[in-house]
């Protein structure tokens, strides 16, 4: 690394006001500007003095290779050998050299041109072995296909090209033009190659060149290569913009789902203050449904990117921010006991917002104090001060949206309950909290922007392995920082906006438990009329949300993903609940003294005491048939069973449980609470504890498998947030789906947890299924097979969180058990354990199936 040339700061010492600001950025301010001076004393590339070029020897293969859905790896091996006579002295010497050497940097940019943009990856600078007389350079890089444009891999481009096949060429460097070229090899991998002219050898795998004579001044070999049909699609310009109108329904129709959720609860005008406060936050959550449609909106259809909207897309940024902030009013929690807002924390939070939006409109209003011209584009020469002025910006920008979503999320847990309301009032420094949690925010927002201040800077590198970048890339590093951070500005508040869906998860779970504390619903056996819809939009937003790559396969899809998926639950729930053992045995007593009974604690205490009872009745019948008892026991226990079987509940005036159900299985259907909601909450907590395994593996999958993913994501702008977001959205969806397990568990058919685990499995996959028979040519076999794995992971965590729902029905008797397996196996018996164990080691087994079958069609 050559010295570092310090940029000027010219502004600074005119604005002598601003030098505290300069101490917080210069360590970022010194590390980018690196870079600037170094690159700009690269020299150009020196004439080859190579001895003998015809006598050097020349191979090259590239390849193809698709191990994830979102890119195609592209790989190239080119090899140089000769005597060092053939090569020359000085260029033998020079090749031998260390990589940062200016010598070795002029030779081997004459031999090897600085590729395109997106610059390539390395391993290691190609370096020059000796071996006798003979040195060879042996040059090895890969780049990834994941857009329409030309990708450039050493002495290959490869156009990707809408609607069309991809042409692969490979150009001989000026300088090895004469050279013995040996072989030329293109190796398709999952793709196929279906054009290669005057190719020596031709099988099912690749084509070869032999000794190709070039026709100057043309020295290429051009070859056709046919994309997979589900990438072609992906990367067509014409379905980008279906696909972005697409994830506008996506939107709009979950807006429409939120507020056909919230409806029913803000029209309930009885006068109940229970039933007031879920009024609230009814009207709360219509507010919300609003407000993301037209969000949504305005960030996917106006922030497109453009040279000469940068003001305006800045300003909807900033703007937009400080509304949803203001909207959310996030000081109701912090309450004086007369019922005011307190004053000092409104005006804090006001405050603060407005003057971190302030500092946005500063840079956009004045642009000439940083060094910026009227299209916030660097006047003259990029300057410390113009690095700072859009620093600011973002950080304004984004602090805004992470604060707006923080705040929102509040308000839903405060008016839902979830939270006291008086739990502002009872903090001793409420100020000093607040302060804590802005600057919290802060740094969370100073944290994306070095992401990608970060990721720009390894693209850079990676570009400037010869010192050419700014050939490359056209421009110098700062210009192009300054463009990136630009264009970022607004960027940033669209990847926020994207995990906006766990704060309608957030709104509709608070309105669940807002309404679950009304009277009648603590007699209610499940869910039913708003609190279904409200139990089925959580499902279809929060759990099924994962299938939304796979819906947008089919873009048609994006907007009726949604209710969809609903009213797949929708019809899972009114076929299970005939078949459900609650269902069966209120049948059976043809009133409601079952839920009657069940609702009152004596009641479920009765039945839990009953229940245990015919478990230990059930153990010994086990010991009598393997010899344990005398016959005689048998007969007495067996009558003792038939009395436990005649349950006759409350007001019943019959025997409530048909042949096929004893007291264990009521237990077990009826779970560990007494309120659906609580049995709720309770699934939620432990699907968020088993699913923390596979939400790493979910998110190490999507952000690091494969030998060059995680250098993928971390030349992203975003990268590195989205893996810790993939990860938290992961969290959130298993928990989503443990909620929907536990409210409702009563209705869904079967006497153990697993079954009802497995019936909710088949409501997801109902979708899927129908999607991929429908459109069977534009759902690819490895779309399909991982949206199934993801459905299968969701199954093992959901029958993991039903198992221990079981246990936690009978955890009265936990002291009895020295583990919780042991109690478990009490529940089901020996038989029945070694069952649900079987059960849930083939789901391991399917998983690991369609993952091996999944990796071997990407071969």
Request: charge should be positive.
């Amino acid at each position: 690394m050559r010295p570092v040339q310090r940029l000027p700061a010219p502004g600074m010492t005119r604005r002598r006001g601003w030098r505290w600001l300069a101490l917080v950025v210069v360590m970022l301010g010194w590390w980018v500007g690196q870079p600037a001076g170094a690159h700009a004393a690269a020299k150009a590339a020196a004439d080859c003095s190579i001895a003998q070029p015809e006598k050097l020897h020349v191979t090259s293969r590239l390849a193809f290779h698709r191990q994830h859905r979102d890119y195609i790896e592209v790989r190239q091996t080119t090899r140089v050998w000769g005597t060092e006579q053939q090569w020359g002295p000085d260029v033998a010497e020079a090749l031998t050299l260390s990589a940062g050497s200016t010598k070795y940097r002029e030779t081997v940019r004459c031999l090897l041109p600085p590729g395109g943009h997106p610059p390539e990856w390395r391993a290691t600078s190609p370096q020059a072995t000796k071996q006798g007389d003979f040195v060879t350079l042996h040059y090895a890089s890969w780049n990834l296909i994941d857009s329409v444009r030309a990708v450039a891999v050493g002495p290959w481009r490869v156009d990707v090209r809408a609607e069309k096949d991809w042409q692969a060429t490979l150009e001989a460097p000026k300088a090895l033009t004469r050279a013995s070229w040996e072989t030329v090899e293109i190796d398709p991998g999952a793709l196929q190659i279906s054009r290669a002219p005057s190719a020596t050898s031709i099988d099912e795998h690749k084509r070869t060149w032999n000794r190709p004579v070039w026709k100057t001044p043309d020295p290429v070999i051009r070859t056709e290569v046919k994309p997979p049909h589900d990438f072609a699609a992906l990367v067509s310009p014409h379905v980008a913009w279906i696909g972005l109108l697409g994830i506008v329904s996506w939107w709009i129709c979950a807006s429409f789902v939120i507020a056909t959720s919230a409806w029913p609860f803000s029209r309930d005008v009885n006068g109940t203050p229970e039933k007031a406060a879920t009024r609230v936050l009814a009207k709360t959550v219509l507010w919300w449904a609003g407000v993301s449609a037209a969000l949504g909106l305005t960030l996917l259809l106006l922030l497109r990117p453009s040279s000469s909207t940068n003001v305006w897309r800045a300003l909807i940024a900033v703007a937009s921010g400080l509304a949803l902030v203001l909207l959310a009013r996030p000081w109701t929690p912090f309450k004086q006991k007369s019922g005011e807002s307190d004053k000092n924390a409104r005006r804090l939070i006001v405050a603060s917002a407005l003057s971190v939006a302030g500092i946005g409109l500063l840079v956009m209003i004045v642009p000439h104090l940083f060094g910026l011209g009227w299209n916030l584009t660097p006047a003259g020469r990029p300057a410390f001060s113009t690095l700072v002025g859009l620093l600011l910006l973002n950080l304004s920008a984004l602090w805004l949206w992470l604060t707006a979503v923080a705040a929102w999320a509040l308000r839903f847990a405060i008016e839902g309950q979830w939270v006291d309301p008086s739990w502002g009032r009872e903090l001793e420094h409420p100020l000093r909290r607040i302060t804590a949690v802005g600057a919290s925010l802060g740094v969370l927002a100073a944290l994306v922007v070095a992401c990608r201040v970060f990721s720009f800077h390894l693209e850079w590198d990676r570009a400037d392995w010869l010192g050419e970048a700014h050939v490359v890339f056209g421009s110098d590093y700062r210009s192009l920082l300054d463009s990136q951070l630009l264009d970022f500005a607004s960027r940033g508040p669209q990847w926020v906006y994207a995990y906006t869906w766990m704060l309608t998860g957030i709104a509709l779970a608070a309105l669940l438990h807002s309404s679950s504390r009304h009277k009648e619903s603590e007699t209610s056996l499940e869910p039913q009329g708003g609190h279904l819809l409200a139990v089925t939009s959580v499902f279809a937003i929060v759990v099924a949300l994962r299938a939304a790559p796979f819906a947008g396969s089919v873009l048609a899809l994006y907007g009726l993903w949604l209710p969809l998926n609903m009213a797949a639950l929708y019809a899972m729930v009114k076929a299970g609940r005939r078949w459900s053992v609650l269902g069966r045995v209120n049948r059976k007593a043809e009133n409601n003294c079952v839920v009657a009974e069940l609702s009152t604690p004596a009641g479920t205490e009765r039945l839990m005491e009953e229940a245990r009872r015919c478990r230990d009745v059930l153990h010994r019948l086990h010991l009598v048939d393997h010899g344990h008892k005398e016959e005689g026991t048998r007969r007495r226990l067996e009558d003792e069973l038939r009395s436990l079987h005649d349950w006759r509940p409350g007001q019943c005036l019959r025997n409530c449980l048909p042949d096929s159900v004893s007291m264990v299985d009521v237990a077990l259907s009826w779970g560990p609470c007494p309120q659906w909601w609580q049995n709720a909450l309770k699934a939620a907590q432990w699907a968020a504890v088993f699913g923390i395994l596979p939400s790493m593996v979910t998110a190490w999958y999507d952000k690091a498998y494969g030998p060059h993913h995680w250098l993928l994501t971390l030349s992203q702008p975003t990268g590195i947030a989205d893996t810790a977001g993939k990860f938290l959205a992961q969290e959130i969806s298993f928990a989503g789906a443990g909620l929907v397990l536990g409210a409702l568990w009563r209705v869904l058919p079967g006497e153990r947890g697993p079954v009802r685990a497995f019936y909710l499995f088949i409501a997801w996959l109902v979708p899927i299924g129908v999607v991929s028979a429908l459109y069977v040519g534009l759902v690819g076999q490895r779309q399909l097979g991982e949206q199934v794995l993801s459905v299968v992971l969701m199954l093992m965590v959901l029958t993991l969180t039903s198992m221990w729902m079981d246990t936690e029905t009978f955890s009265r008797e936990r002291p009895y058990w020295m583990r919780r397996l042991g109690l478990l196996a009490s529940i089901y018996h020996v038989h029945g354990l070694s069952g649900q164990v079987a059960f849930l080691l083939a789901q391991l087994g399917v998983a690991l199936t369609i993952w091996s079958q999944i990796m071997t069609a990407t071969r």
